[in-house]
Antibody, heavy 121, light 107 residues
Framework: EVQLLESGGGLVQPGGSLRLSCAASGFTFSDFSLAWVRQAPGKGLEWVSAIGGSGGGPQYADSVKGRFTISRDNSKNTLSLQMNSLRAEDTAVYYC??????????????WGQGTLVTVSS | DIQLTQSPSFLSASVGDRVTITCRASQGISSYLAWYQQKPEKAPKLLIYAASTLQSGVPSRFSGSGSGPEFTLTISSLQPEDFATYYCQQLNSYPLTFGGGTKVEIK
């Protein structure tokens, strides 16, 4: 059974940093691209970032480019999102998602339960 | 960036109704379109990928069609558990954008 478990969310001040993690199980981790998707309170879904199975080809939404860094540790089956220079508009539930192969031309076939990030003073 | 416009944004329907949701892409996306269902306080769930392929385990009352720029998600006979918000997503090119969502509520 595929499982994705996010952690690391919390309350952070504007300008601060936070690192999210996603622990994966139930599939051959390095064979699949992974992504982060966020959802601000009461709003729709926003794709944030994606990374290939080997860790190559990271992609970012313009809204987070230069501030967020996606990475993965295939030896620990863990996906991470380092978030720096956080802004109030980054407040959202952050979901980790597995792609069905590649994210590009595929789909997000499994999702974690999400972790809430609140940016506020 | 490719924009996805979903319509309607809100839909009121009864159990047993046939429901159709439309997603229009601002550029060509081939058939790289997925549909997701999200219930309150829950993660999204994949329903349809490649515009018309039903994800394993999803009931056959859900179907997808279209090949650009307009795609549709159809629920042939709405069930109580189908009341949720539905999103389309294009996976043709980065950034991977989502539509604004369609909330399906009980009439």
């Amino acid at each position: 059974e595929v499982q994705l478990l996010e952690s690391g969310g919390g309350l952070v001040q504007p300008g601060g940093s936070l690192r999210l993690s996603c622990a994966a199980s139930g599939f051959t981790f390095s064979d699949f691209s992974l992504a982060w998707v966020r959802q601000a309170p009461g709003k729709g879904l926003e794709w944030v970032s994606a990374i290939g199975g080997s860790g190559g080809g990271p992609q970012y939404a313009d809204s987070v480019k230069g501030r967020f860094t996606i990475s993965r540790d295939n030896s620990k089956n863990t996906l991470s999102l380092q978030m720096n220079s956080l802004r109030a508009e980054d407040t959202a539930v952050y979901y980790c998602a597995k792609c069905s192969g590649s994210c590009y031309s595929g789909a997000f076939d499994f999702w974690g339960q999400g972790t809430l990030v609140t940016v506020s003073s | 960036d490719i924009q996805l416009t979903q319509s309607p944004s809100f839909l009121s329907a009864s159990v047993g109704d046939r429901v159709t949701i439309t997603c229009r892409a601002s550029q060509g996306i081939s058939s790289y379109l997925a549909w997701y269902q999200q219930k309150p306080e829950k993660a999204p769930k994949l329903l349809i990928y490649a515009a018309s392929t039903l994800q394993s385990g999803v009931p056959s009352r859900f179907s997808g069609s279209g090949s650009g720029p307009e795609f549709t998600l159809t629920i042939s006979s709405l069930q109580p558990e189908d009341f949720a918000t539905y999103y389309c997503q294009q996976l043709n090119s980065y950034p991977l954008t989502f539509g604004g969502g369609t909330k399906v509520e009980i009439k």
